[in-house]
């Protein structure tokens, strides 16, 4: 039987505390709890209890849509197609929102850049 770390009855246990360098409030130094690593403390505690952070839309995925939306424009819609590519490889990491706009504006700018093709070969070799 080991008797490290072990007092004498009728004594409290030593407590072992971190040193003050190595934890900040009970949590390793650089701590940040995950979702809310661009996020300020004092809106996430603010309130009574803990208050779940907001959701934010990537960007990316926003200007995907917008150029998606927009192709009608000559090649937009390949701006739209590499935001989005861009977009949900960003949002595969991370815990931000926009997966949907991403893959909408890619599907549009995929859509656009296919009848675009077809517009200039007719125009081309056709007429």
Avoid: K
């Amino acid at each position: 039987m080991s008797t490290v770390g072990t007092s004498t009855p009728g004594q409290s246990a030593p407590r072992i505390s971190p040193s003050s360098e190595q934890y900040v409030d009970g949590l390793p130094q650089g701590f940040v709890f995950p979702g809310t690593e661009n996020l300020d403390p004092a809106e996430i505690f603010s309130g009574p209890g803990y208050t779940a952070p907001r959701p934010h839309s990537d960007s990316g995925a926003t200007a995907a849509l917008v150029c998606g939306l927009l192709s009608f424009i000559p090649l937009v819609g390949v701006a739209a197609i590499i935001l989005g590519i861009g977009a949900l490889r960003r949002l595969h990491h991370s815990y931000d929102s926009g997966e949907g706009l991403a893959w909408l504006g890619l599907i549009l700018g995929a859509i656009s850049v296919i009848l675009w093709s077809c517009v200039l070969i007719l125009v081309l070799f056709v007429i």
